[in-house]
């Protein structure tokens, strides 16, 4: 199996690794979910970690109580703000020369954009669109924002994005029609996180 087939079953069948993870690793699970979020945030070149998916699900486990939702909602939201303020100290400090070979130009391009229409807010409402998600702290580095202001944006959409979609799965997880279509579930978050990015992206092919 490809590295990109490998990646998209993980993505898609979250709820199934996420359980071999837990039974495999116990208490370790945490670290990994951790590094996970921080790397999908973090390193501008692996936006192709799961994000919102992976929230959801983890926030049924621990409606299960499989894990513990208070232990995850600390760690994660430390996982998002740091993996953000990784990626601003990555753009802002000449990271173009390390990373530039592996960004895909027309994702900085369509970030500058978003960035142009949205202002400094761009960086929480980012957080709900993948790849954007990863970008933008990067290339906010580059563009010298303001880090105080940054780092409002920062926590602001870390507290929204995490707690939105872990205590969404929390909340919700013990529903019989969620256990019952979860399967389907993880794939309409899939799905509607993406329609942004792609409204965006044949808005910019239309006006070219």
């Known amino acids: 199996m490809s590295l990109i087939a490998t990646l998209l ?12 993870i837990i039974s ?8 990994i979910l951790f590094a996970i979020i921080f790397g999908e945030t973090g390193l501008v070149i692996a ?4 994000g919102d998916s992976l929230l959801f699900v983890t926030g049924v486990f621990a409606a299960q109580g499989t894990l513990n939702i208070w232990i995850l909602a600390s760690l994660l939201f430390i996982a998002a703000i740091l993996g953000d303020a990784t990626n ?5 400090n000449g990271g173009t020369k390390i990373f530039g070979k592996f960004i895909r130009q ?9 960035f142009a229409k949205h202002g ?30 940054f780092l409002i944006y920062n926590i602001t959409g870390a507290f929204c994005w995490v707690g939105f979609f872990l205590f969404g799965g929390y909340f919700f ?5 969620v256990q019952d279509n979860l399967a389907h579930i993880i794939y309409a978050i899939v799905i509607i996180s993406i329609i942004p990015a792609l409204v965006e992206y044949l808005r910019h092919k239309r006006n070219n």
């Open 106 to 114: 027309e994702h900085i391009k369509k970030t500058e954009n978003f």
């Open 9 to 20: 079953d993980f993505v898609l069948h979250i709820d199934t690794h996420l359980a071999d």
């Open 88 to 92: 601003y100290a990555l753009g802002h």
């Open 47 to 50: 936006p192709f970690l799961p």
């Open 173 to 177: 997880g013990n529903i019989p029609f």
């Open 24 to 31: 495999t690793y116990g208490t370790l699970t945490y670290a």
């Open 120 to 149: 400094a807010k761009a960086i929480v409402l980012a957080r709900f669109m993948p790849i954007i998600r990863t970008v933008a702290p990067f290339v906010a580095g580059i563009g010298s924002m303001n880090y105080r202001t």
